[in-house]
């Protein structure tokens, strides 16, 4: 097999999986999409061999993406301020678009709660 047939191969198993992985969240044209556009950015690269895992990764990250941006106009992901952003207790961690969509219960700021210090 020639370099460049197994780099298309290796593009389209890629192809495939995501369109497994993201069923449901994103429409095969999505992923294909996605996948076309970050085939293309490396399309003029000289050494090949890792390209089918670049354009993967590319391809995750614009997936991820947008489905945040979805996430957040529908309201599940709240990337405004609150009240306990401003609590010196509480310390905002932001937290990757891939992480987000790894759990519903995530959103675009972790939060976590500081132990109180002590008085010593």
Known sequence: MSPQSAE???IRRI???LKAVY???RTPGQVEAAMSAAE??????????FVPVLVE????SALDAAIMAEASDHGHVDRRSSDASHDPN???LPVTPRAATRSPA???VLRIARPPA???
């Open 23 to 25: 069923d449901g969240r």
């Open 118 to 120: 002590s008085g010593s």
């Open 106 to 108: 995530t959103g675009a």
């Open 8 to 10: 298309t191969e290796a």
């Open 15 to 17: 192809t495939a999986h």
């Open 57 to 60: 990764r590319r391809a995750r």
């Open 40 to 49: 293309k950015h490396f399309e003029d690269s000289r050494i090949r061999d």
């Open 90 to 92: 509480v310390t905002a």
